[in-house]
């Protein structure tokens, strides 16, 4: 590594953890505000939503269960990141209009992903929070471009990155004057087939023990599986993890993406539940 | 896949679940019997010691150790398999009658690897459980010969097997008649070098969906860092472990082996107290 | 897969071969004009030049070594995606005027990288050919804009991207209109550290099988070590590769970035002259 | 790593190199003499022959056109690993028996796979040369038995083995006095599919520049595809491999394993001629 980067003997053995995403002393960690919601309190922060966003009605449905369930923020895609050119790219400038609707409507705040520096401006317009998602963690204009805004960012580590260059991609963003970046674990890849991608839930303490910056996980990418998101989502509570982000879908079997890991309202719910006893038995609370 | 293979449409896409370790149905799960300690009741079992018997006191000493904070099965190598053949290799045959003298004392029952096939015999002669490394879980004589013995089985996840090649092994095991196997996930290898191991939680729910046999994890050869093995532990149980092996030492700076990732007393002890928190939160207990 | 996607019995098992980049016979080949350079016509095209544009000197003194020596195309970047922002990030629009300027002088057509869509017209407004680098390849509106110019464009796999997400990528491209698509193979990400990346040579063939656009390698950034460029890029000829890009600089040890694994003038003209000699072995030769 | 290893500072960084296998000086090569055949020449070893000996007749027709084509060594497994214990497991000591008087009738020395230490004597009575096969590259017993012999013995590269991992499992057998070790890439385990492993042949010339001990490719289980093997078998060569081993049967298509990537004696045949050309354009030649 070159250029100015600390190695810490008190960090890990062959990773270099750039200055401002860096830890200063054990109890150093930020919280980050988003429109009024904390994420880094020590309460989870819980952000749920439908991968895509489809219709109002889909948007609207879906953001009442979140919300009635005890999740505080809500997100749904309006641009996709789409492996084929032939699958639904999401409903654009309209996507995004619909989410500020509905988040106006229920008074939870929304991230949503955006993947093209022309866009940043737009969607920060509107949004809460700016997702940078996987495939771009290491698309630099556009880390560059959202550490612009103030806007809280929502940082996905890529499928393929180092915990060391996740960081770097952090550091990125708060190198352009924007601190408020939250860091989500959600799956790297691996030779495993049976789940979508390989949660890697080390990566929470890691993170953890590295930077300031808060932790969240998402258990739907993570794994891919519906019936595996409870497991994987109090795994990572236990694990240390600042809050989850999680798919919902108001009908996931006629979801137009992800809808085989989407959780209903009452599976949600149900979830909700159960992370509140394990968050307390490692003595915090949700939100 | 070639033979007695049924792939169950209610299982996993792409993975062949061979018959003997198959779940038969939504409740179906065996219980496995450790001299007197069960796996798999729902009740965690807490398996601990050092990474290599090093010398009768620090055997003991550490064995009283995992007992007093509840542990209730001992570890410890005698025959270690080192990457390098100057790293020490264990005692041998007389570390397996220190454990055997240990285990009275202290009435622990013991598991400790076996590498060799001309070994099976004489360990299982004093070993209340044999284990199979991660580096012999495709191993295939040493499977079949623990098969033909009676004694419970600790398989260990080879490094980079996949799930299903997890499973084949455990049936060879099976197809010899002994059904008392135990698996464990004790991490995988990927591009991530800041862990030993990506310690892949998600194997919990996944081989629980698949296979009746109790599902444990290893979250020292996981992680590699004892900072990190209180997060991992409790999101393992989190994730539904039916119990964890970990390693402790009485005096973890001067271990011959694996000290980095060895739990202190102190550190098992409060650890286990918060271990039974957790289990407590998702509706079990510690046995 | 979802969508418009073909996937051929005489394909490869669990591979979808997306419609536009689909092979539709045996001899069925795609030869791609590069301002009068041909890629893919069974003569092998080189490409050369250093990692990044330094000053006017060292690119030119470069572009000259790589014509001299029988290198086709110049590469050199201007705009740079570097794992920390304090790294040199490149010389930006100045490096797009210097490699025009060089190309001119030289007679040689230049490919340069575009990291921003707001960048595209620009670059292209200069460039022969447009590379999307490795990080990018699964950035879509960055490839939907370089599929709406006509520029030919150097697509290098992603290092974690599977074959079918390679040519799936492509295909964003060639469904904007654009079919001057060429595929790189440039090393993915595994478990292997002495290496930089795993050069996975056998993507050529698979590659050759299963699309028509031509396919070159990149031994450079495939292996991290100049000593090995030569061995590997013999290795890529002799696998069935259209063409090599390579990293040369005329004073290696002065090099900004990734000089330990460029080659000097010296180097590359050896290393040129046995390529000839593979090449012919095969019954093809370089352009 | 702990003990007696050199990290010499013009080997590769990150890369601790045992010292029996180190290479001391630029041309420090060893050659390994199989019953009259050497490996380490400079002159390509070609060994070929089935998977698995499934009858005399199979294995004399097979050897036969082996002979014919100009290969030099016999392949052939008695004792095979199958990742189900449901599949065929190999003749066991007929086969080898077999492979003792088809060698006798043709002439060519044979290599077989051993997998138990208990089985080490019986099959060094017959072999020529003895295969410790990839899932066996850790098996620590095993290296140190094949060790005490005098045989041959071909190390093949584990699928999950680092290159410093594999030197070091080499190391095991010459530290009991064995130097007779060839070197085999056969193909490590990532994220891609299309092929059955990856096979990393930048192996070869790391392997070349670290050890004096001589390295060949295995293009059959590197790639799982029949119609893959003659690119990266002229890959190999064109990389610096010593030798190849591949999969020949003479009826590919009633085989009892991997038949897919199994060579018919035509197909060898040409393919013989084909690599004779590329060996001698990077100045070498096939035995």
């Given at each position: 590594?070159?250029?100015?980067?600390?190695?810490?003997?008190?960090?890990?053995?062959?990773?270099?953890?750039?200055?401002?995403?860096?830890?200063?002393?054990?109890?150093?960690?930020?919280?980050?505000?988003?429109?009024?919601?904390?994420?880094?309190?020590?309460?989870?922060?819980i952000i749920a939503g439908p991968c895509a966003?489809?219709?109002?009605?889909?948007?609207?449905?879906t953001?009442?269960?979140v919300?009635?369930?005890?999740g505080?923020?809500?997100r749904g895609g309006?641009?996709?990141?789409?492996?084929?050119?032939?699958?639904?790219?999401?409903?654009?400038?309209?996507?995004?209009?619909?989410?500020?609707?509905?988040?106006?409507?229920?008074?939870?705040?929304?991230?949503?992903?955006?993947?093209?520096?022309?866009?940043?401006?737009?969607?920060?317009?509107?949004?809460?929070?700016?997702q940078?998602g996987s495939?771009?963690?290491?698309?630099?204009?556009?880390?560059?471009?959202?550490?612009?805004?103030?806007?809280?960012?929502l940082?996905k580590?890529?499928?393929?990155?180092?915990?060391?260059?996740?960081?770097?991609?952090?550091?990125?963003?708060?190198?352009?004057?924007?601190?408020?970046?939250?860091?989500c674990e959600r799956g790297?890849?691996?030779?495993?087939?049976?789940t979508r991608n390989?949660l890697?839930?080390?990566?929470?303490?890691?993170?953890?023990?590295?930077?300031?910056?808060?932790?969240i996980v998402d258990p739907s990418h993570g794994t891919g599986h519906r019936w595996m998101v409870p497991s994987m989502a109090k795994a990572s509570?236990?694990?240390?993890a600042?809050g989850l982000i999680m798919e919902i879908h108001?009908?996931p079997?006629?979801a137009?993406c992800d809808g085989h890991q989407s959780l209903s309202?009452?599976e949600f719910?149900?979830l909700?539940?159960?992370?509140?006893?394990?968050?307390?038995?490692?003595?915090?609370?949700?939100?």
């Open positions: 590594m070159e250029g100015n980067l600390n190695n810490d003997p008190a960090g890990v053995e062959g990773c270099a953890v750039p200055v401002r995403v860096k830890k200063k002393a054990k109890a150093d960690s930020s919280v980050i505000d988003v429109s009024g919601i904390p994420v880094g309190t020590g309460a989870l922060t966003v489809e219709s109002y009605e889909q948007l609207l449905e953001a009442k269960a919300k009635n369930a005890g505080v923020i809500l309006a641009f996709k990141p789409r492996s084929s050119p032939y699958n639904f790219q999401g409903l654009g400038e309209a996507g995004i209009k619909m989410l500020a609707d509905v988040s106006k409507q229920t008074g939870l705040p929304f991230v949503t992903e955006v993947m093209d520096t022309r866009m940043v401006e737009f969607v920060a317009g509107y949004a809460d929070m700016l940078v495939r771009n963690m290491h698309n630099y204009p556009l880390l560059i471009e959202v550490g612009k805004t103030r806007k809280p960012v940082l580590r890529g499928m393929m990155a180092t915990i060391e260059e996740f960081l770097l991609s952090a550091e990125y963003i708060l190198n352009q004057g924007n601190e408020n970046v939250v860091l790297i890849r691996t030779f495993e087939t049976t390989t890697d839930l080390s990566a929470v303490p890691m993170l953890k023990h590295l930077t300031h910056l808060p932790v509570v236990a694990a240390g600042d108001y009908k079997e006629e137009l309202p009452d719910s149900l909700m539940t159960d992370l509140k006893k394990v968050a307390k038995a490692i003595g915090r609370d949700l939100l």
